[in-house]
């Protein structure tokens, strides 16, 4: 029982070095999405080296922007603000199914893409951002129908066999 109460203690004393939602902001290589927060304490090898894919198959949720390419986003600007060179993170996201929608044009969509500001600064922090060839066949969706920057692959499978041999990891989030 004092072991817990012990616990409880700390737990609460630790509290206020957490950070909290107003606490969250967007960094440097992807200016308006990708919030994060600085973790105290945190310490990254200097010569750390990332190499992470994304697997994007959901589809966004309304007009909101998709959750994993604002998570590819804080990627980006987490190791930044945490002093990892630009040149040492490398980030490919890999479209398919439903969520080809986020990557694909106003004029395909017949309405306004939400992700448009997002994939725009994605490629601009130097992003690989590439649409499943299978998935682009079984929607009718051509290189002209994408956002710029987005590239159509072979296939997802493709994409992560290849990205996997250039030495990437899979994000598991």
Same mark, same amino acid.
């Given at each position: 029982?004092?072991?817990?109460? *012990?616990?409880? @203690? +700390?737990?609460?004393?630790?509290?206020? %070095? =957490? #950070? /909290?939602?107003? $606490?969250?902001?967007?960094?440097?290589?992807?200016?308006?999405?990708?919030?994060?927060?600085?973790?105290?304490?945190?310490?990254?090898?200097?010569?750390?080296?990332?190499?992470?894919?994304?697997?994007?198959?959901?589809?966004?949720?309304?007009?909101?922007?998709?959750?994993? *390419?604002?998570? @590819? +986003?804080?990627?980006?600007?987490?190791? %930044? =603000? #945490? /002093?990892?060179? $630009?040149?040492?993170?490398?980030?490919?996201?890999?479209?398919?199914?439903?969520?080809?929608?986020?990557?694909?044009?106003?004029?395909?969509?017949?309405?306004?893409?939400?992700?448009?500001?997002?994939?725009?600064?994605?490629?601009?922090?130097?992003?690989?951002?590439?649409?499943?060839?299978?998935? +682009?066949?079984?929607?009718?969706?051509?290189?002209?129908?994408?956002?710029?920057?987005?590239?159509?692959?072979?296939?997802?499978?493709?994409?992560?066999?290849?990205?996997?041999?250039?030495?990437?990891?899979?994000?598991?989030?």
């Amino acid at each position: 029982m004092r072991l817990t109460v *012990l616990a409880a @203690a +700390a737990f609460c004393l630790a509290l206020p %070095a =957490l #950070a /909290g939602p107003d $606490d969250f902001a967007a960094g440097p290589r992807v200016p308006s999405y990708g919030k994060t927060v600085p973790v105290p304490g945190a310490v990254l090898p200097a010569d750390a080296r990332f190499k992470v894919a994304f697997d994007l198959a959901a589809a966004s949720e309304g007009e909101a922007v998709n959750r994993n *390419l604002d998570s @590819a +986003a804080r990627l980006f600007n987490m190791h %930044a =603000l #945490a /002093g990892v060179p $630009d040149e040492n993170v490398s980030v490919a996201i890999v479209v398919h199914g439903p969520a080809a929608m986020d990557v694909i044009n106003d004029a395909k969509r017949d309405s306004p893409n939400p992700n448009a500001g997002l994939v725009a600064e994605l490629v601009a922090a130097g992003a690989s951002i590439q649409l499943c060839g299978q998935t +682009a066949a079984s929607r009718n969706i051509t290189q002209d129908d994408l956002l710029p920057g987005v590239t159509l692959s072979l296939s997802a499978m493709t994409a992560h066999a290849l990205l996997q041999q250039d030495g990437y990891t899979l994000n598991p989030f």
